[in-house]
Nanobody, 121 residues
Framework: VQLVESGGGLVQSGASLRLSCAVSTDTFDSYDLGWFRQAPGKERKFVAG????????YDEDSVKGRFTISRDRRKNTVSLQMNSLKPEDTAVYYCAATTSGYWSTRNVDAWGQGTQVTVSS
């Protein structure tokens, strides 16, 4: 499986961004798909994930209803809609795929190259 992110950029606090990830595989429904982020000097952390059948979960402490993850079987994509962005959301965002059922970095089967999101105050 190969993952390619798009949609990052520089925005002001309170704005919205939508990240997309193109998933190249013949077995799209075999993977749970998700997003992690890594701020400078910090560990890569789970943000949101969605199972093959559409069940989603979030790192509630950090996103608290501001982010929504979705997947499109017809387009082989996974997206992350980010609203009410805050400066602390600034990070490189990585698309991830796993067949393990767990959202830890060591259980990820494949990573995208990352896309930078910068939120100015």
């Amino acid at each position: 499986v190969q993952l390619v992110e798009s949609g990052g950029g520089l925005v002001q606090s309170g704005a919205s961004l939508r990240l997309s990830c193109a998933v190249s595989t013949d077995t799209f429904d075999s993977y749970d798909l998700g997003w992690f982020r890594q701020a400078p000097g910090k560990e890569r952390k789970f943000v949101a994930g969605i199972t093959w059948n559409g069940n989603s979960e979030y790192d509630e402490d950090s996103v608290k209803g501001r982010f929504t993850i979705s997947r499109d079987r017809r387009k082989n994509t996974v997206s992350l809609q980010m609203n009410s962005l805050k400066p602390e959301d600034t990070a490189v965002y990585y698309c991830a795929a796993t067949t393990s059922g767990y959202w830890s970095t060591r259980n990820v089967d494949a990573w995208g190259q990352g896309t930078q999101v910068t939120v100015s105050s």
